[in-house]
């Protein structure tokens, strides 16, 4: 199987300009806990979460409407290939211990993959594997 059969299609992002307050209305509204953040080019730019915003924004008692979305995203985003088999994707996840990944389709955002995608897809030893593997304490 691949990421695209299992992934959760019509992801959003969070523009990289948006504040963090956009953000947090975005995954207030969407029912979510984190949002990919996309560059005006619409690539991929990291992923932006609620907790970051409590942690790096509100707790350092920055403005979270004058804190943009870009100014979180640090280092290379972890991402899988629309097409990545989803061994790909479990190892992938479970190396970088993340809950949820970006799917990119000719450098565009696809869709998301994420625990409850994995449960409904892989088989119950490989979701065992996952949640130790990503759960395990570093």
Known sequence: MMAR?????????????????VAARMMRDLGVGSLPICGRDDRLRGMLTDRDIVLHCCAEGRDPASVTAG????GTPHWVSADAETTEVLMMMETHQIRRVPVIDH???VGII?????ARNITDDQLAHFVESVYALR
């Open 107 to 109: 450098h565009r955002l």
């Open 114 to 118: 994420s625990e409850a995608d994995l």
């Open 71 to 74: 100014e979180l995203a640090a």
């Open 5 to 21: 059969e299992i992934m959760h299609a019509g992801a959003r992002c969070v523009g990289e300009d948006e504040s963090l307050q």
